[in-house]
């Protein structure tokens, strides 16, 4: 792995079509640009970001997004959260349920170190990180998932305030607020039924944090988030926090779902072609193990194939692990040894297989950044 | 990630249940026995095996197979050799097109130090083989890859006579053999489609061979491969070598398929429930950043959600990046903190997004075994 690293940071200063493939391609100034607009977004309404780390998992990128107004990160998982405190990112949210040892000795020893904010759904839950956070003579801030629909984690609206009664019956843990996410809008069938998710969204975690202050129970943090309804839920009455994450690259996905024009994708597949068996039929050495094989995270049916090609007419109709079959024209002039590049369906599958962003600015390899979390790890 | 595999390490000896979540269990009395029941069947059948290292990525597992009878290994891309060949493997078949800079003059690197056999399915791969080989004054082995209904890469039977001649006009090349990939096997509907499948993925290599033996072009190695054709085809005639892969671990396609019973199924993801919202949905984590998407790898509809339980009532209706929605009986006990294990859809992609396994006695802890190559790279 360090050998394809060094391979790449080489070729600063060169084009692109120099670079071992399959390799991750980011467009610089399309990555700046869509993080100074999302941030725009939070901040003319009076918004906090805390940009999910899912997407990148890049501590260089968070960097950015952290400078350009973020108040913080999300995080999946531990082990992100672990990278981001070890380079000194000082406030996350890490929106999962932490339930068992030895993931709660590691968010202690988190929250020793940094402000780690953790979610509870469940009273088993809260006991759990209450017993965890006692057990180091620590107060740890929670906030309560509420479901808005995907029907994964979360509460209902209606039993966050049991759940908070709960919690403020417990040693070590301190209600900070409430979030959501809102994946069923990835399977918004067009923009309309997306508003409408985006409403149900703020809607679910305003209806929980009215009731629990209504009981005088203070909810410092009503956060929402996810790229496709960032920009609609944005301005909804009581929500304090935005928390998208796909944004800082789009994809296939996001730009089929209305969140992003096709020129904003920051994220693209360099392969090569290896084989053009047939007129229409060209294979390139990205595959399942470099695209990921998402059609659409929940249920979107707006994407077709497994990628298409950023320049000219080529759609991945198939793809097994190591090989994308490129359906081209007939009069395509690829040929094997020719470089293309791949927007892919699905940025945050993309960066979590690989091991190292190539960073472009003009077309010409511009840094090296670190994918400092990846892989199917805790 | 060291960290993690400490961790585990530090856990020899202990019930995996002791294990951070989500973690790649392999139980080695299986694995050992798949190992040596598919080197039976090469050995039975006066065939040599070169198992495909795609699916474990792992040396330590690679070296058993080896032990108990394999000639090398296979690799889909060129850091599965380097990996390899730095842990002293002598011989190895790139199953993969390598047509282009910097990769032709790393496999250059590899063939100075090992036997290192190269696919070609075009007269522009050939030459541009025979270019690198030549520059650096070696004479690589090369294989034709046949097409033998997958439509991947490859060219048809009779189209290997041409492609031979031009080899044969080539220096630095030698023709070893033909082989092919009957892929599109894992689309089958039933045993007897399969075993059409089979016989067809032969056929085709054998044709092969018999034309270019016509002209008195010698064909040492007439190759197949894929799990669940692997027993079916070994007793054609013709054949010299099997190249299966997944049989190592199985996994829920294959069974599917027939091609394993589930108590052959080597690779189970442990998982740790976070949530319990619903009398019908447990909440575990291991979503698709760990399980992949694979619901068949090319058109197979013979498996039913993202993976299930080894162990009671419960499949994977839905996964999301790091969560898994198990649907349950109503009634089943399944509460935040209990472990599970899942048998996964597709070992390959499992062990590609991880980074060890845990190796497993009777439960136990034995052993953690890295994953040398894992990752969308190079």
């Known amino acids: 792995?360090?050998?394809?690293?060094?391979?790449?940071?080489?070729?600063?200063?060169?084009?692109?079509?120099?670079?071992?493939?399959?390799?991750?391609?980011?467009?610089?100034?399309?990555?700046?640009?869509?993080?100074?607009?999302?941030?725009?977004?939070?901040?003319?309404?009076?918004?906090?970001?805390?940009?999910?780390?899912?997407?990148?998992?890049?501590?260089?990128?968070?960097?950015?997004?952290?400078?350009?107004?973020?108040?913080?990160?999300?995080?999946?998982?531990?082990?992100?959260?672990?990278?981001?405190?070890?380079?000194?990112?000082?406030?996350?949210?890490?929106?999962?349920?932490?339930?068992?040892?030895?993931?709660?000795?590691?968010?202690?020893?988190?929250?020793?170190r940094a402000r780690l904010t953790l979610a509870v759904d469940s009273r088993e839950g809260a006991a759990a990180l209450s017993g965890a956070a006692t057990a180091v003579g620590l107060r740890i801030p929670v906030a309560i998932e509420i479901d808005s629909g995907l029907r994964r984690c979360g509460v209902l609206p209606g039993d966050a305030v049991g759940l908070a009664r709960a919690i403020a019956d417990l040693p070590g843990i301190?209600?900070?607020?409430?979030?959501?996410?809102?994946?069923?809008?990835?399977?918004?069938?067009?923009?309309e039924q997306l508003a409408q998710f985006a409403v149900g969204e703020a809607g679910a975690v305003v209806e929980a944090a009215s009731a629990l202050r209504g009981l005088g129970i203070p909810v410092r943090t009503v956060s929402v988030g996810s790229t496709p309804t960032a920009e609609l839920v944005a301005g909804r009455p009581g929500i304090t926090e935005l928390r998208p994450g796909t944004y800082v690259f789009y994809d296939a996905m996001q730009v089929a779902l209305g969140s992003a024009h096709a020129d904003a994708v920051a994220l693209t597949v360099a392969a090569t072609v290896v084989s053009r068996p047939a007129p229409e039929r060209a294979v390139i050495d990205a595959g399942a193990k470099t695209l990921g094989l998402d059609k659409g995270v929940h249920s979107s049916e707006l994407i077709v194939g497994h990628?298409?090609?950023?320049?000219?007419?080529?759609?991945?109709?198939?793809?097994?692990?190591?090989?994308?079959?490129?359906?081209?024209?007939?009069?395509?002039?690829?040929?094997?040894?020719?470089?293309?590049?791949?927007?892919?369906?699905?940025?945050?599958?993309?960066?979590?297989?690989?091991?190292?962003?190539?960073?472009?600015?003009?077309?010409?390899?511009?840094?090296?950044?670190t994918i400092d979390a990846a892989g199917g790890v805790h």
Chains 1, 2 share one sequence.
Not at 174 to 188: C, D, K, M, W
Not at 346 to 360: E, K
């Open 1 to 112: 792995m360090s050998r394809a690293i060094e391979s790449a940071r080489a070729l600063v200063g060169r084009p692109w079509q120099e670079l071992d493939t399959p390799a991750l391609l980011v467009d610089l100034d399309r990555l700046e640009a869509n993080i100074r607009q999302m941030a725009a977004v939070a901040r003319d309404n009076g918004l906090a970001l805390r940009p999910h780390f899912k997407t990148h998992k890049s501590v260089a990128i968070a960097r950015r997004q952290i400078v350009a107004g973020a108040i913080g990160m999300t995080v999946a998982k531990l082990d992100e959260a672990e990278v981001l405190v070890d380079a000194g990112v000082g406030d996350i949210l890490l929106a999962n349920q932490i339930v068992a040892e030895p993931k709660l000795g590691r968010a202690m020893a988190l929250a020793a």
């Open 174 to 191: 301190a209600l900070e607020g409430v979030f959501t996410h809102a994946g069923h809008a990835y399977g918004a069938r067009d923009r």
């Open 307 to 369: 990628g298409r090609l950023a320049e000219g007419d080529g759609v991945l109709e198939r793809i097994s692990e190591e090989h994308g079959m490129l359906r081209i024209p007939a009069d395509s002039p690829l040929a094997p040894g020719d470089r293309v590049r791949v927007v892919p369906n699905h940025a945050c599958s993309v960066g979590n297989l690989g091991r190292f962003f190539v960073g472009l600015r003009d077309g010409v390899v511009a840094e090296v950044i």
